[in-house]
């Protein structure tokens, strides 16, 4: 089957089976920010968005997202990058396998929210899990990223 | 992991309708998040995304909410959150997290009459009926009762009405089932007490909802609901909690959601 979308601001035409799922679709073209975990749709891992909505590609069908808005974070590296940069000087990165995602969902956050509050951060990003650095130096990266408040 | 066959997108209900009922396997494709947890091999698989099924609209005194509306849009809508203390939006947010309730539906919840299913215990609470493509209009109720059959959940209706409604519920962990969940309502003289997550699917205690409609609420009214209810609804044991603690629980729920209730009405 074969679908099209625009992929990070670019038009691109896939073959893909009629039951395979984006986050495969996406690493099968070399987009290896999308990572695969917990296959249970709980992790946040393989976020990416969906005409601008975080959502899991382990979860959404690649045929559902013909003629859509595909972002992953290669399409967004400059902002990416400079959250990152906030991460890694609070000390919250270590083995970065769920960065990606968690950026993501950030960036989606940033977008979303105005002046959101630590319990609204929190909440938004409950479905981002991480198991080595813990939460605490992502909640003070994402405040000091977003400009709120330390507490 | 499920397995199809094939897929269609069709643009038309009775084109889908036609499909699903072709042969004993096809299905439709809701959000996926539960479907892809099983080993369902799916002939064809019919997904409503083309058929413009993703909508919250007031119109005559009712809320419709489409069978394909996510979650998440029922968290955020402005008029879900004003309406009936903002149960249904109460009822959601907590499950899993932003990116999951962007992809799952509302009609994929309802239909599949999930037992651990949140919505369903908030919605019983109010007045909705679901909306069938071939079945018609029923109330909720009544829909849960009948045999699973084949159909299409085209819409929710929800009468806007003065109804005050609560939503409670506890989890072993954040993003977890609910061990058990509990909806109060009360509408003019009216109490409805549901329990879901028992583990099986969520059912209104109408004896001890008329109970409670009969005093006045009274402290000693309140706790007499609360074990009323325990009493008439059946519990059962899975793994995330045995029939006595969700007995147990059931009654701590059902006070403080009717107390909850009470709070609202005097504000």
Known sequence: MQITLTLNDKLVTWDVDKDEFLADTLRSHGLLSVKKACETSCCGLCTVWLEGKSILSCTVLSVRVHGKKITTIEGVSREAEEFARVLTAEGSEQCGFCSPGFIMNVLAMKNELINPSEEEIIHYLTGNLCRCTGYMGQLRAVKTYLGVAQV | ?267
């Open chain 2, 1 to 267: 992991m499920f397995s199809l066959n094939d897929l269609v997108q069709p643009e038309e209900l009775e084109t889908a309708y036609q499909i699903l009922t072709d042969k004993r396997n096809n299905t439709i494709l809701g959000g996926c998040a539960f479907l892809k947890m099983g080993s369902k091999r799916i002939g064809t698989a019919v997904d409503l995304s083309n058929l413009k099924l993703s909508y919250i609209n007031e119109t005559d005194g009712y809320i419709e909410i489409g069978s394909m509306t996510s979650l998440r849009e029922l968290e955020t809508h402005p008029l879900l959150k004003e309406s009936f203390n903002g149960v249904l939006p109460k009822s959601v947010r907590n499950i899993i997290g932003v990116q999951f309730r962007n992809c799952v539906t509302v009609g994929a919840s309802v239909y599949a009459k999930y037992g651990f299913s949140d919505l369903i215990t908030a919605l019983l609470v109010l007045d909705t009926e679901v909306e069938l493509f071939k079945g018609g209009r029923m109330p909720l109720v009544d829909f849960l009762k009948r045999p699973k059959g084949k159909d299409i959940l085209v819409k929710l209706w929800i009468k806007l009405d003065n109804c005050i409604a609560t939503y409670l519920n506890l989890k072993n962990s954040a993003s977890d089932y609910s061990v058990l969940n509990v909806a109060v309502s009360k509408l003019d003289e009216r109490w409805t007490i549901v329990v879901g997550a028992r583990p099986r699917r969520a059912a209104i205690a109408t004896n001890a909802s008329a109970a409670l409609a009969k005093g006045t609420q009274s402290a000693a009214e309140i706790e007499d609901a609360a074990q009323k209810t325990a009493e008439e609804l059946s519990f059962g044991t899975n793994m995330r909690g045995t029939a006595v603690y969700r007995k147990a629980l059931c009654k701590v729920l059902v006070k403080r959601a009717i107390m909850e209730v009470l709070r609202c009405k005097s504000h």
